[in-house]
């Protein structure tokens, strides 16, 4: 059983996410790093979508007291989508823990901020993906999609 949390919207997107999360956490099980899950989903969504960027890195830029831009690191957001069929932008942040709490609502939501501010890219829709961790409680073991955005 695939759980999602959704609020509203293109449910064919929602729909392609819940089946092939499901398909790679049929193949893979728990147990696995969110870099294993990470590229197993690309690959499935590369089939699907041209415009598939796994670790995209979103510079942090900061402005001095005299007005000059700088970056001084970058964060790297887990799969960034760019349907460009639809020209439609995903950001896609994978877990593999326990529990999905409100810190990767605050991590997703930053990614989206600095890509509008630093790109002017603005995200249609932002999930966190939380595949079951070793141990988990949830029997049979669920993938919980939770909609950011």
Not at 82 to 101: A, S
Not at 134 to 145: C, M, R
């Amino acid at each position: 059983m695939v759980l999602i949390y959704k609020l509203d919207t293109i449910m064919q997107f929602i729909d392609t996410l819940n089946e092939n999360s499901k398909y790679v956490f049929d193949q893979l099980r728990t147990g696995h790093s969110e870099c294993t899950y990470q590229k197993a989903l690309a690959i499935q969504l590369r089939k699907l979508f041209n415009g598939v960027e796994t670790e995209k890195h979103i510079g942090v830029m900061f402005t001095d007291s005299d007005g000059i831009s700088h970056t001084i690191g970058d964060e790297r957001a887990d799969i960034f989508i760019h349907d460009t069929d639809n020209n439609k932008y995903y950001l896609l942040e994978l877990k593999t823990t326990k529990n999905m709490g409100d810190e990767v609502v605050c991590q997703v939501t930053k990614y989206i901020d600095m890509l509008k501010k630093n790109y002017n890219i603005d995200v249609d829709e932002a999930y966190a993906v939380n595949f079951p961790a070793p141990g988990a409680n949830s029997i049979p073991l669920d993938i919980v999609i939770k909609k950011v955005k």
